[in-house]
């Protein structure tokens, strides 16, 4: 199997875990991060959620789950296609969360774009809708 097909493989099984427990697999995700790794999140620490920013070691990236866990509840997350060569693949999906103090939703289309080596995530970016993060948060 090649290197591509292998960290598709891994991703469509840390995704799969992440919807099925909404959201509360971060333990997995935590295990295909390497030690050292460029994480980041398009929200860049804005609207109060100051978690949802760059990192660059896996034991500072338990932050960014605690955030999540902390302050939304997953109401779905769909992993649909996932684009690979080489070292990099992206993930092209949807997800839908509920800020638990607002009671506010979010849904939105999110990208991630992941680059891995020796089977391990080096690299992370998340993309999606900012602008519905701040409505859900204010």
């Not at 598709?8 to 509360?24: C, Q």
């Not at 959620?49 to 997953?74: C, H, K, N, P, V």
Request: net charge neutral.
């Amino acid at each position: 199997m090649a290197d591509a097909d292998k960290n598709v493989a891994i991703l469509k099984e840390a995704y799969a875990r992440w919807a099925a427990s909404k959201g509360t697999s971060a333990d997995h995700w935590m295990s295909i991060m390497a030690d050292r790794l460029k994480f980041g999140s398009l929200a860049e620490g804005a609207q109060g959620t100051a978690y949802l920013t760059t990192y660059q070691s896996r034991t500072a990236l338990a932050e960014y789950f605690a955030g999540i866990t902390r302050d939304w509840e997953m109401i779905e997350y769909v992993a649909e296609h996932y684009v690979a060569q080489d070292d990099r693949v992206v993930m092209l999906g949807r997800c839908a969360w509920r800020n638990k103090r607002t009671g506010k939703v979010v849904r939105s289309p999110k990208a991630d774009s992941w680059r891995f080596v020796g089977g391990k995530a080096i690299e992370f970016y998340e993309y999606y809708d900012t602008a519905q993060l701040r409505d859900a948060v204010s």
